[in-house]
T-cell receptor, first 111, second 111 residues
Framework: DTGVSQNPRHKITKRGQNVTFRCDPISEHNRLYWYRQTLGQGPEFLTYFQNEAQLEKSRLLSDRFSAERPKGSFSTLEIQRTEQGDSAMYLC?????????FGQGTRLTVV | AQRVTQPEKLLSVFKGAPVELKCNYSYSGSPELFWYVQYSRQRLQLLLRHISRESIKGFTADLNKGETSFHLKKPFAQEEDSAMYYCALNYRGSTLGRLYFGRGTQLTVWP
């Protein structure tokens, strides 16, 4: 599968723990996005990278969230001190222009 | 603020019947509109975008700036069209590609 890859697919964690998700975009895509999707809602934008530069962050991205894209390749999204409200599907997408290709997501459950 | 509204959370039709999934947006500039589809257990994928003026899998969508709508239509629905459909908006001319999604419409096509 040469599409966008996300790991892990599922993560269950206890409240207060830190979690990290990984996204491997399509190799030639210079843009990478993180979205969050909760039940009954469409994806909500979290942050955007062009190559290794993080160019935009949503106000949804509190200071407990941090994202990186070292060397402009894969990206990681870390959530520190998880809260139950962080339970959601975290989607990664990559693009070359404006068509975004999505990964299958990481489903986070905070118990 | 930009907003995408999909008024129907659920939509059911019988096979062979016409189907229309509604999408309205609020944005004062020139938007770029998309329809994304998510089949069961699959990733979110692009169905069509208004600038392409194309028909994909029998679906079409016309941007109506007067009514600020981008409804998705198909004259004869098929069972394999059952899926979750998301309308999404991007700034026209934006190089960022950040998408604003509606909450989605779950389409069920009965045999």
């Amino acid at each position: 599968d040469t599409g966008v890859s996300q790991n892990p697919r599922h993560k269950i964690t206890k409240r207060g723990q830190n979690v990290t998700f990984r996204c491997d975009p399509i190799s030639e895509h210079n843009r990478l996005y993180w979205y969050r999707q909760t039940l009954g809602q469409g994806p909500e934008f979290l942050t955007y990278f062009q190559n290794e530069a993080q160019l935009e962050k949503s106000r949804l991205l509190s200071d407990r969230f941090s994202a990186e894209r070292p060397k402009g390749s894969f990206s990681t999204l870390e959530i520190q001190r998880t809260e139950q409200g962080d339970s959601a599907m975290y989607l990664c997408a990559s693009s070359l222009y404006t068509e975004a290709f999505f990964g299958q997501g990481t489903r986070l459950t905070v118990v | 603020a930009q907003r995408v509204t999909q008024p129907e959370k659920l939509l059911s039709v019988f096979k062979g019947a016409p189907v229309e999934l509604k999408c309205n947006y609020s944005y004062s500039g020139s938007p770029e509109l998309f329809w994304y589809v998510q089949y069961s257990r699959q990733r979110l994928q692009l169905l069509l975008r208004h600038i392409s003026r194309e028909s994909i899998k029998g679906f079409t969508a016309d941007l109506n700036k007067g009514e600020t709508s981008f409804h998705l239509k198909k004259p004869f629905a098929q069972e394999e069209d059952s899926a979750m459909y998301y309308c999404a908006l991007n700034y026209r001319g934006s190089t960022l590609g950040r998408l604003y999604f509606g909450r989605g419409t779950q389409l069920t096509v009965w045999p």
